[in-house]
């Protein structure tokens, strides 16, 4: 054992793996294995950086390096850093070779694989690719294979060293594992340069390359930030020197593209076809994939594919039946580039002679949703309509009382019938807020309480939640503790505390209570639940004076009334954060009588809830400011509030400049609107940085419109600027959702869509917005009956839109304005 041990510590700490692989291939199974043990406690000695440019330059061994400007102020840095370099590389030699010495000790092949993938707390066998020759030499090719094998099974990103994985398999005679996991890696390693030459004397490479187009894991490694920018100039050189055929990767890019995918997956084999440029004649052995591309969700697939036809039939040209088929799918997509790039070309051929077959594609694109279109197309259409088959005619005929506006107005007069009537649009009916669920007990809680815990931002939850655990903690605390203790998560927190409080456990970390966040209203929502942990620690509440009656979150005053009676008569007082809360979310309209009966309590929290039911309703001037974005981009736009008349736990004192999101954004906003749910414009002020934040990037969600537009109070400035940011998100489920709260809305009696239609054009006249993400929402809320309203916002953003430059969107909102006027009228 000793005589194995010298010679080995002394070529681990030199970090000489030949000559390990030497002392080692020359002991025996059982002497390695009894190694093992010695290895697993033995730390090789750290190199570390030297004090003092002299020793520095010592140890790196060369004073006269190129590294370093001897005699310049940047000198110690160079050195300094030049040396960190070298120690690490020794260190992780050293670290490899002890590595190397305990896998060849192990017993069994598996062994191998378990240790080089040991997760936290233990650290894997940090084996190195260098280490599978010495490894051959020690063990055999047949050892190699195999833990070359077991590594393979569980080769993924981040997971196994795949450059070991792939060195023991070379080594042991081992070809490419026939897993897309193992091929993704394969992709995925540096392999240095020149690529080209590396993977054509690659007997890997023929194998792996119909993965890269087949695999969507393996497309997705070949689209590597880092893989990519390597691999696509390879494959291009290896086919420009005849080592490739170009059919391969023009017919892979091909069947990617058709086999579909996020933008981000096929972007990489779209550029590669434009490097490759196939010609005419090589895109027309695949005329049958480029019409099936036309269909495809990305336009820049379906512009190459119609590129493509458009070549293919100038050498080969295409049946009319296969016009027929690119005609009607060309004519339905939205695009609107596409669909002009179409009829420009149908222009340019025999549209007479071919009449019969594109007929009925025809007919499809007079029926375009964007009449400016569908108006090419009926350009197109109206020389020849008396040409056209009799089925098409009568077809058309039977759509025209479907079909409204010019487009309908001028096929019906082609046609010699009436144009359709404008139908009635559905009576807007105001959404009026409900009744709360039923509060939760114990059982409920616990099924509850995962879901809060993992992501608190659903209003209704957290305060039945809340509530939940007041009315837990006052019941049977052994029960409670024993039926918390299945949710009770073992993290630290605010939330954990709580819980815990609530079952009766001590809150030991007064960190964990001291309210967190830097947006006024998450902290707010933060000190409240904090406020309860602390009192469930001691004393549980009788009940939560700020539990909501409504979805919307209003209190009933008699409820709240009944509370701090009954606290007076008991002796218990209500939290702060808790009064303050059920203050903020009393309705405007209260009964006299509660204020009659508030004036006779005389506790501090009685007579704050006295005063506040005997005041008149007001709500805070709001007003909008340009907030510079530290010079890159335009400006935000955001409403700020008039602090003096709110309490001081949602004010916000910050200029406008400083409240623009550079970090983070807040997470908790959907819980923002239930804090002043009769005061809209203050939920809406405050969410006014969250959401031009998200505007073009992020996830604002779509629940937190939902709360805003069930709160009460006047529609402001604050909420047309809301409005205006969500309708042009660059999401389209949040763009729907604007939609749907403009028609609930405009249900409420006052709502004017004018203000909201002046900060469309401020933000898109300033460049902070897209016209064109504007329109479809509007079409939405006007198809539900917001005729009136979305007229009053395109009639206050157009005079602004139209004074400007020309923008995508321009022509489909006059459109839009034209037939909501129509459609108010009617």
Known sequence: MDELWGPARERIDGGDLDGLADVLAAATPVGRAALVAVLEAYEPPTDTVPEGIEAMRAYLGNPDSHLWDPGSGRERWQLTHAAQQQAHRINQTRRAAKAMAIAAGLARAGDVVKAANRRWPAEPLPLSAEAAGPLLRIRG???????????????????????????????????????????????????????????????????????????????????????????????????????LPRETLIAGCLRRLATGGRPGLLAPFLSLLGDLAPTADELAAHRGQLVGLLAAPGSTVAGFAHTGLIAVHGVRPLEPLELADVTAAMLIRPEKKLVRAHVAWLRRLPLDDLLPDLAEALADGVQHPAPDLAGLVLDLVEPRLSRLPAGTRERMLAEVPAMEGEIGERLAALLGVAPAAPEAGPALVADLPGAMPPPLDLDDLVMELPAWLADHVDPLRHELVLDGLVRAARGDREATARALASVQPAWQGLLPSVVGAAAGQPVVDPRQLSARGWQPLTLFVNSRTAELARRLDCDPPAALLAFPATTAGHVDPGRVLSLLAAA?????????????????????????????????????????????????????????????????????????????????????????????????????????????????????????????????????????LAGLTAAGGPHGPATALVLAYTLANHRTDVRLAAADALLALAARPGFDGTATGEQIAALVTSGRTVLRRVVAPLTEAMRGGAHRAVAEVTAAALPALQAGPKRQGLPDLVRLDEAARKRRTT
Not at 164 to 185: F, K, M, N, Q, S
Not at 615 to 633: K, N, Q, T
Not at 664 to 686: C, K, Y
């Open 141 to 243: 090719a047949a050892w190699c294979a195999t833990v070359g094998r077991g590594l393979a099974k569980r080769a993924r990103s981040g997971s196994a060293p795949w450059a070991l994985t792939e060195a023991l398999l070379r080594a042991g005679g081992e070809d490419l594992p026939d897993e897309p996991a193992a091929v993704a890696e394969y992709v995925r390693l540096w392999r240095g340069q020149p690529l080209a030459d590396i993977l054509a004397e690659d007997p890997w490479f023929p194998r792996a390359l119909p993965y890269i187009f087949d695999d969507d894991r393996v497309a997705e490694a070949f689209g590597d930030v880092y893989a990519g920018p390597a691999w696509r100039p390879a494959l291009l050189e290896l086919t420009a020197t005849e080592r």
């Open 568 to 704: 007076e008569r008991d002796g218990w007082a209500p939290g702060h954060a808790d009064l303050t809360q059920a203050l903020l979310r009393l309705p405007r309209e209260i009964d006299p009588a509660v204020g009659k009966s508030a004036a006779r309590l005389r506790s501090a929290a009685g007579r704050t809830f006295a005063e506040w039911v005997g005041r008149e309703p007001s709500d805070p001037a709001v007003w909008i400011e340009d907030a510079p974005l530290r010079g890159v981009g335009p400006a935000v736009r955001l409403a700020c509030l008039e602090v003096g008349t709110l309490p001081e736990e949602i004010a916000d004192t910050r200029a406008a400049r400083e409240r623009v999101i550079y970090g983070r954004p807040a997470h908790d906003i959907v819980l923002w609107p239930m804090i002043t749910p009769s005061h809209r414009e203050i939920a809406a002020a405050h969410l006014t940085p969250q959401v031009a934040d998200r505007t073009d990037s992020g996830n604002l969600g779509t629940a937190v």
